[in-house]
């Protein structure tokens, strides 16, 4: 049996009574009776920023016994600016107050005190309500969670986001925090043209997360028989350049498809503006993910449907800062069809560095051809074979931090998605670079258009790039046109 997220109001976690905060004597009592008194208490009453913040660092304390990794500083900040004062509406009047009532819910939402795990359930699949999903998020707010069950480099909570570190990327982080705020208000409901988000019930807007896993049978049969018949020409390349990457709706697989997110094997949120992270901090209803399965195999994904997005985001890494606030559904369901169909879908690439390369091969995804590139295919055809999808929109898989290879990258995910019957696969670029790369793409497409390579031939030529010398990282799109302008 795989672990399983144990939640704080299980009654097996048990934490010793540090503040005094109960009349008890045992040495160690419900961590659930603890967090409950810090939330209601009456004597440390919540009621501004500071006595919020004092009062995570008492549920921090008590949960790890430790002020280790306790820094509310940009928190402090945040807050202090979206919340003056005189600020209306007030939010340790209007929400503050619902947020603890939701967060004390957990027995009711949950009652095994536990979290289905992805990677035991069978089919690998969990849907909650979107109270359900609120609550949790309130709980990563508050930092009441305990450690992942299983190793892992995820963060269980959102306090990477409240530290001022200098790994912290300020302007991505001010929009996850405008993100996660925008999300607490929507769950009090201001609008009168809107429903409060823990309003709607799990049949009428379910939040679902799926954990797909590929056998080697399935892998022997996709590669053997499928690949011969398939022509890469069945499904469209769309080239989309923007002047500068943005989070917009057009561009998350609305209305009818779904979204590459270029995840790691340890999936989630972070500090910093990774193309990952911008898509979960903008979605407070895709946090969760990070509690529900360990690490990625290179034979997983995981698919999140239903999350909705607060903010855009604008720009990658450093750059990244806030853009627009989302609209909010108005109470007509049939307005938020949208949101409840989003599918994102957390494909990792393969890290290049854990194997040797062949020969001195100078181009990644190349060598060894027998792991990297099949296996590369097949990890996003397991993507994008988890639903019928219009289109997919995606970018530079695996090309920054893992050292991917662009042009093998884009030939890669095109053949996964003829594979998979995809209609259109929508590549985003964003900078000059990309945009040179795209006007490329475009070309190669329209040759393709002509003469039919399907994608086993496809993965051949990609294979038989090792042993052609002259052909650099760079000249792999001109090498394809050659090779497939020489066909019959």
Sequence with gaps: MKPQFILPSCASIRRVDRFGLLDCDDDEVPFWDLLRAVLRSELASIHDTSSLLEALEVIAVTLRGTTAGADFSLLREFMSRRFPEQSAPNFFRDIWPVLVDLALEMPDLFPEGLLPSLSATKPAEVVFSRKQVACLVVHQFLCSLPPHPWSTESFVDLSPWFSAASNVHRGAVDAYLTALFTYFERIVGYSQDSRSIVDFDVEEWPITFSMRTMTNENMNHIQDAQARNIMLS?????????????????????????????????????????????????????????????????????????????????GYGRDARLGDLLPQPAANLHDGLWWRMRTMLFMDALELDTLPVEEDCPIPDICPSSRLSRDMILKAYNAFSSGTYGHVSTGLWGCGNFGGNRYVKCILQWCAAALAGVPELRFVFSTAEQHALGEELAQLSMELQVKCVSVYRMFNILVELKDTSGVGPDGIFTYIGQRISALT
């Design 234 to 314: 069945s499904t469209r390349v769309q080239v989309v350049n923007l002047p500068e990457s943005r989070t917009t709706l057009r561009l998350l697989g609305h209305p009818d498809g779904a979204c590459v997110i270029s995840a790691n094997k340890c999936f989630g949120h972070g500090p910093s503006g990774t193309q990952e992270e911008l898509n979960v901090g903008s979605t407070p209803e895709a946090y969760p993910v990070v509690l529900l399965a360990p690490p990625l195999s290179d034979h997983q994904v995981l698919v999140c449907r239903g999350a909705e997005a607060m903010v855009s985001i604008i």
